[in-house]
């Protein structure tokens, strides 16, 4: 057992930690809602292929961010009325949540590599469900609609997707529209400024760039938010933890 200064030392600098340990757990809890909500409506992208791992490691992060919360809180208080029981439930506890963590952090990561490491499984998907009647068809469509007015893109990497291989809007068109309206530049009034120039592909009607590095930077955004975030709170939980075992020890 430690001398009281000692003791009362520790069990100040465990309060602190755990202070702050209870505020990053309540910024990845809100971290994880601004992910999960989709604010760039982007999941079709991720929920067409199967490949959603993001969104599941931001719901998983939402349980462990306000779990951190409340138990840091009563490690406080098991703190506070040096306990061996209490400290030991809060360690207990704190590992589960720590292992929970653990698995969203990895799960984001991971699978961001996979959904937009490159642009190939993304336009694979535009190129086969882009203009489809099936349910996954008018999700991407309405997606990509969007994503190509707002951001003033066309494809995924350029307006040449459209033409350089098959495609079920292409199915669908034929030769008369090389590619969808949505990558012709519009007026005020939403209409398109001149179909014609923008079907032969005049470049001063028709958007140039692709869209793919905004995809790719949006999922890299809320990567970044549920996984390096998370794993930052998992290094700093991990000492906390240590620093608690060191104070049921010396109790």
Known sequence: MADGGGLKCLMIVLIIGNAFAAAAGLALFALAIWVAVDGYELYPIAGVSGKDDIFAGAWIAIFTGFAFFCTTVF????????????????????FIIFIFECASCITAATHRDYL??????????????YGSDSFKGKQ?????????????????????????????FRQTFGTKYPWPL??????????VEN?????IGQSSTMFMKGCFNHIESVFSRYTWAVSWYGFSVLMFVFCLMLLAMVYYTQL
């Open 75 to 94: 490690g406080i208080l098991a703190a506070l009325k040096k306990s061996h029981t209490l400290i030991l439930a809060y360690l207990i506890i704190m």
């Open 140 to 168: 991407i469509t309405l997606t990509w609609n969007r994503v190509m007015q707002d951001v003033q893109c066309c494809g995924a990497d350029g307006p040449a997707d459209w033409i350089e291989y098959n495609s079920t």
């Open 195 to 199: 179909a014609e120039a923008c079907q």
């Open 182 to 191: 949505s990558c012709c530049k519009r007026l005020s009034t939403f209409e």
């Open 116 to 129: 937009v490491g490159n642009s190939n499984l993304v336009k694979k998907q535009m190129l086969e469900y």
